[in-house]
Structures are given as C-alpha cells and as structure tokens.
C-alpha cells in the first residue's frame, strides 16, 4: 500500500503544482474583469471547460465525478475572483473617500 499512496502524493504535488497555476491565471482574468467591467461567470466558457477536458479522459467511469470537479474548480475560481474584486472596490471606496 505504502508504494501505491506514494504515487499518489506523487500526483497530489503535480496537482498543488498544477492548481496554484490555475489559480493565478483566475486571478489574472479577475483583474481583466474588474478592468472591462465583465462578469465573473461565463457559463458559456464553463460548459466548453467541460467538454473539452472530458475528451481527455479514456474511460467514461469516472465521467460525473470528473465533472463535479471541474465545477468545483470553477466554482471556487469564481469565488476568490469576486473576493478579489470586492477588495478593490472597497479600497478605491476609500481611495476616494481620501
Ligand atoms: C476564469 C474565468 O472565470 C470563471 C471561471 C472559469 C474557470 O475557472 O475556468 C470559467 C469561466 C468563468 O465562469 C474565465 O472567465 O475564464
């Protein structure tokens, strides 16, 4: 057992890797957002997320999870998205308060 759970931890390091990427590239596109005035979600961007990730897996088993999970991850983006926004609103507020 130890062998195979050292294999996953190997996968679960790329992962962190891999979300910590994902994350800031979100952050990057809140930044455009707050920018252009566009909305956080796009659910037409969301659903091409998911179609074309799901080409990528082999075998349909895990198919309904795997989307969960990417709702999830999206789901999530857009909640640090609208935290980050939220802050600079706040702090322009109060720039212009000044
Ligand atoms: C990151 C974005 O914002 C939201 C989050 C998405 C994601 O995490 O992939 C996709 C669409 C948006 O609902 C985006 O618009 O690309």
């Not at 999206?74 to 308060?97: L, P």
Request: glycine letters at 2%; proline letters at 0%; a negative charge.
């Amino acid at each position: 057992m130890d062998a195979i759970r050292s294999k996953i931890d190997a996968i679960d390091r790329q992962m962190a890797a891999l979300y910590e990427q994902r994350m800031a590239l979100v952050m990057t596109i809140a930044e455009y957002k707050y920018n252009n005035n566009e909305n956080i979600f796009d659910s037409e961007r969301e659903a091409a997320v998911v179609e074309k990730n799901l080409k990528f897996l082999t075998d349909s088993e895990f198919e309904n999870c795997y989307i969960e999970f990417l709702h999830f991850i999206m789901d999530q983006s857009k909640r640090v998205q609208s935290q980050w926004i939220e802050t600079q609103k706040k702090n322009n507020e109060s720039h212009g308060a000044e």
